[in-house]
């Protein structure tokens, strides 16, 4: 088997859809069965623990870890209901059309911060300027239920009355569409270091949220820094 575990430093909306920025970090964290290290390695893959790995195909679990979100993560939340801290638990899988591109999908159903379904999809073109310096990048796409849209950008009319938003009651459908790339120097043959950047514009739901529209924006960028580290092992 194979822990691979780092961490992520990253300059990014003070809140989903939020139009100021501040400095946060995040876990990484892939478990699989000992073989050859996998072709393609992204930042934004999230848990996972693959049941399928063939060098070519994966496939297996996969969660997030949600923090919560109120009014101390920003002003433009006042009035609105807290989201609690949580979780996404579902699957995920991956493959590679050719050499050089790895298609991943990943489908997610919410605990505790949100009852809704996501299905993030993404596709990675990498090319190895050196042994040891990669450069990565391709389109996002996110899609969410009506449940995950109400947590995070409905406003019921209590809400209104005490944020000042206007209501608004989403259902499912498109919640962003992006493109991301990356730059990753191996350090040595288990360690990794990377810079990368994204930008993602919100859709549908989303969009059309009142706290979008009215306090936040459409366009999230991200900029940040990550490491990770390999470990064989045998159980």
């Known amino acids: 088997w194979y822990l691979t ?17 501040l400095l946060s970090a995040s876990p990484i964290i892939s478990l699989g069965k000992a073989g050859p290290a996998a072709r393609f390695v ?41 989201v609690r801290w949580g979780g996404e638990v579902g699957g995920f899988f991956e493959f590679y059309p050719t050499d050089w591109l790895r298609a991943r999908a990943e489908l997610r159903h919410g605990i505790r911060a949100h009852n809704g379904f996501v299905a993030d999809i993404a596709a990675d073109a990498f090319y190895d300027v050196t042994p040891t310096v990669r450069i990565s990048g391709g389109p996002r796409v996110s899609f969410a239920s009506g449940n995950y849209f109400d947590a995070y950008y409905g406003v019921n009319a209590q809400e209104a009355v005490a944020s000042g938003l206007s209501e608004y009651h989403p259902g499912g459908g498109l919640k962003s569409t992006g493109l991301g790339g990356a730059i990753t120097w191996k350090v040595t043959e288990p360690m990794t270091a990377s810079l990368f950047g994204e930008y993602s514009r919100l859709m549908g739901p989303a969009a059309d949220s009142s706290l979008v529209k009215e306090r936040g924006d459409r366009n999230q960028f991200m900029i940040g820094v990550s490491t990770t580290y390999r470990f064989d092992f045998t159980m």
């Open 5 to 21: 575990v780092g961490a992520t430093g990253m300059v990014a909306p003070n809140f989903e859809g939020g139009k100021k920025y």
């Open 42 to 82: 992204s930042r934004n893959d999230n848990i996972s623990l693959a049941l399928v790995d063939d060098g070519g195909f994966r496939a297996g679990l996969t969660g997030k870890f949600l923090f919560s979100r109120d009014d101390d993560n920003a002003d433009e939340l006042k009035g609105l209901d807290p």
